[in-house]
Nanobody
Framework: QVQLVESGGGLVQAGGSLRLSCAAS????????MGWFRQAPGKEREFVAR????????YYAESVKGRFTISRDNAKNTVYLQMDSLKPEDTAVYSC????????????????????WGQGTQVTVSS
């Protein structure tokens, strides 16, 4: 079983950068694709980015493509989300999640396909 803890959120001005980290416990981290999702007040949780178990496959929501970069270090059991050129509309609670199926590749954006979730970290972008 994998457990996830996010960190790195905070308050930043528009145009700034933040790097989120998601630390996983458990021996099988490298078997799972990982995703980042976000939820703004009054809105549904939405897909942000996904990375394959090996780290080769990376997928992004159109709204963050070119500004956000997902990566992982399987030796450290950690997945990252580098967020650049932040906008006020990026303000949300960001959560990482582990795919419910081991070793699955490809784009998966629906929340129910992710079985394990972190507690989330708040990102606030001021204008």
């Amino acid at each position: 079983q994998v457990q996830l803890v996010e960190s790195g959120g905070g308050l930043v001005q528009a145009g700034g950068s933040l790097r989120l980290s998601c630390a996983a416990s458990g021996r099988t981290f490298s078997n799972y694709a990982m995703g980042w999702f976000r939820q703004a007040p009054g809105k549904e949780r939405e897909f942000v980015a996904r990375i394959s178990p090996s780290g080769v496959g990376k997928y992004y929501a159109e709204s963050v493509k070119g500004r956000f970069t997902i990566s992982r270090d399987n030796a450290k059991n950690t997945v990252y989300l580098q967020m650049d050129s932040l906008k006020p509309e990026d303000t949300a609670v960001y959560s990482c999640a582990a795919d419910r199926i081991q070793r699955r590749s490809g784009l998966v954006v629906t929340t129910y396909e992710y079985a394990i979730w972190g507690q989330g970290t708040q990102v606030t972008v001021s204008s």
